[in-house]
Each structure stands twice: as C-alpha cells, then as structure tokens.
C-alpha cells in the first residue's frame, strides 16, 4: 500500500513551491520521498522529479503543432497522459516499495472540475498500483481580504470535491501573507470554517460591482451553505510547526497513520479519534502570529 498527495489549486497558488517544501520535511522526519510533475507547462523545478510528464509530452510542442493556446494544450496533455497511462504506470513501478509520492499537477483549475482526464489518470493509478491519495487543494490565503474572491474559491473548492471524490484538504497557502491587499472583514475562523456567509452580503454590497450580483451571490452562498463540505486548514509552507500540523490532518485523512500497524478495530478506532490539538485554539494562534491586531479598527468607517 502507498500513499501519496495529489496537489492541486489555481495557477499562483504556491503548488510546486509547496510540493518543493513539502518533500523537504517529509525526507527530515524520515520518509522517502518522490514528486511527479504532471505540470507540462512548469519549466523551473526547484526539486528533483522522479517522474516528469515533459519526458512524455511537452505543452510548447502540443500548442505549436496543433495550434493551441495553453489552456487548450493542457486538456490535450492531460488526454494524452491518460491514453499513455502505461507509461506513467511503468515509471512509478519502481517507486512504489518505499517511496511516499506527490503529484504535482497543472494549475488549470478546468481539469479539475469540468474535464474527466485528469481524474480518470488519478483512478487509474489508484486501481492499478492500490495508491492511496489524498487531495490537497491549495487557495492562496489574500483571496479571503476580498468577499467575492472568497466565494469564488469557496466554490471552486466545492467543485473540485465533488467531481475528484477523494479524501480531500483544503489549504490557505502564503498563510503569512494573509493582509498583504487589505484586512479581513473577520477573524480567521470566520473563513477557515467557513462560518455564516450571509454576513458577507453587507461587504459585498459595498462594492457596486459584487451589488449587481447580489441574488446570484446569495444562492450560491447558500449551495455552499447547504453541502457544509468545505472548510480550510492553513499553511505557512516556510513554517515547520504549520507544515507539521497539515501533515497529520494528511496522514489522518489518507491512512497513512494507521499504517503498518496489525491491531484490531477497537486499536483503529482509539487512533482515528486520537487527540488532536482543537481548531479553535489552532486557529486563533495562526491569527495571532500572521494577522495584525485588531483593537484599534473603527468598525464604524
């Protein structure tokens, strides 16, 4: 059995910076690990890959020889990758006794939730070499300073669950630069829980752009509301209590805890409901560390 995450999340959200740190860590508490850069568009590695798709298909040949723009050549690599699973399959062979693998897959957040190919090559590998794979989808933290940004990534996070159907995690990456375009309307809680949203209404009507949406705004807070899927841990990908903690929330959701251990249900069941540290608490000390302050705002302006 080998675990793995599938990394995933908007261009700019930090993935490769992410699988980068990710590794990193990983190799200091002891496992060996192995990234795979399915991204075909992603030129500068910062980390050694075991496996990397542009030995298979590189996306400026694609885009030259069938006149694509990028977008439209990344849903073409991702079809071929799919048709050539073999390859991938015949590559990862050798990695599977010892290695714990990351997936470094494209930005172009349509494949993740309108297009099949990428999750038909995730389904693939997971029947045809008993992976076991969690989901991280990463959304950069600032889009929270911004309410409708915010039910933007809120949705695409809702999608993006419901089309993978994997054990899934959502992350708030660059958590330390949180306030770098403005403050948050509320504390940290508020959109790592994903709290009330019609609280948000009042902030968007402010805005006479998000004003003219408002009814559209309000049923798709409430689609979210109703599925109560989504919520978000954070990352600060340079901090290594914060990676630490996200790591655990990993190895809980994709059974990596629970590995190697010969116990019976009862035993299982103690260190599936295990202590861990409350997200209140958690939360509140993420905001204390990255978030300014909030004693001297005039909630009144």
Same mark, same amino acid.
Request: negative net charge; contains cysteine.
């Given at each position: 059995?080998?675990?793995?995450?599938?990394?995933?999340? *908007?261009?700019?959200?930090?993935?490769?910076?992410?699988?980068?740190?990710? +590794?990193? $860590?990983?190799?200091?508490?002891?496992?060996?690990?192995?990234?795979?850069?399915?991204?075909?568009?992603?030129?500068?590695? *910062?980390?050694?890959?075991?496996?990397?798709?542009?030995?298979?298909?590189?996306?400026?040949?694609? =885009?030259?020889?069938?006149?694509?723009?990028?977008?439209?050549?990344?849903?073409?690599?991702?079809?071929?990758?799919?048709? &050539?699973?073999?390859?991938?399959?015949?590559?990862?062979?050798?990695?599977?006794? !010892?290695?714990?693998? @990351?997936?470094? $897959?494209?930005?172009?957040?349509?494949?993740? $939730?309108?297009?099949?190919?990428?999750?038909?090559?995730? =389904?693939?590998?997971?029947?045809?070499?008993?992976?076991?794979?969690?989901?991280?989808?990463?959304?950069?933290?600032?889009?929270?300073?911004?309410?409708?940004?915010?039910?933007?990534?809120?949705?695409?996070?809702?999608?993006?669950?419901?089309?993978?159907? @994997?054990?899934?995690?959502?992350?708030? +990456?660059?958590?330390?630069?949180?306030?770098?375009?403005?403050?948050?309307?509320?504390?940290? /809680?508020?959109?790592? /829980?994903?709290? /009330?949203?019609?609280?948000?209404?009042?902030?968007? /009507?402010?805005? *006479?752009? +998000?004003?003219?949406?408002?009814?559209?705004?309000?049923?798709?807070?409430?689609?979210?509301? &109703?599925?109560?899927?989504? &919520?978000?841990?954070?990352?600060?990908?340079?901090?290594?209590?914060?990676?630490?903690?996200?790591?655990?929330?990993?190895?809980?959701?994709?059974? #990596?805890?629970?590995?190697?251990? !010969?116990?019976?249900?009862?035993?299982?069941?103690?260190?599936?409901?295990?202590?861990?540290?409350?997200? #209140?608490?958690?939360?509140?000390?993420?905001?204390?560390? #990255?978030?300014?302050?909030?004693?001297?705002?005039?909630?009144?302006?």
């Amino acid at each position: 059995m080998v675990f793995g995450q599938v990394v995933i999340g *908007p261009p700019g959200s930090g993935k490769t910076t992410y699988c980068n740190g990710m +590794s990193q $860590f990983l190799n200091l508490i002891g496992r060996k690990v192995a990234i795979i850069n399915l991204d075909p568009a992603n030129d500068l590695l *910062p980390y050694e890959c075991a496996v990397n798709i542009e030995d298979l298909v590189k996306l400026s040949d694609v =885009m030259v020889e069938h006149s694509l723009g990028p977008n439209g050549g990344l849903v073409y690599c991702m079809d071929y990758l799919e048709k &050539n699973i073999d390859w991938l399959q015949a590559k990862l062979e050798p990695l599977l006794k !010892d290695h714990y693998l @990351l997936f470094d $897959f494209p930005g172009q957040v349509e494949l993740f $939730f309108l297009h099949s190919n990428a999750k038909n090559v995730i =389904m693939k590998l997971i029947k045809k070499l008993n992976l076991r794979l969690t989901a991280v989808h990463l959304i950069d933290a600032h889009l929270c300073s911004d309410p409708g940004k915010y039910i933007s990534a809120l949705m695409l996070s809702l999608s993006t669950m419901l089309h993978l159907e @994997l054990p899934h995690v959502n992350v708030l +990456s660059k958590i330390d630069l949180i306030e770098s375009y403005g403050r948050l309307a509320f504390n940290l /809680d508020f959109y790592t /829980d994903v709290q /009330d949203l019609s609280y948000l209404q009042y902030h968007l /009507d402010k805005d *006479p752009r +998000s004003a003219k949406y408002r009814k559209l705004t309000k049923e798709l807070c409430e689609v979210i509301d &109703n599925f109560g899927l989504v &919520n978000f841990s954070t990352l600060d990908i340079q901090d290594k209590e914060s990676v630490g903690n996200l790591v655990k929330l990993i190895d809980k959701s994709n059974g #990596y805890i629970f590995a190697g251990i !010969d116990a019976s249900a009862v035993e299982f069941s103690k260190i599936a409901v295990g202590p861990v540290d409350w997200d #209140y608490y958690r939360v509140a000390a993420v905001q204390e560390k #990255y978030m300014k302050d909030d004693e001297n705002i005039d909630f009144d302006d």
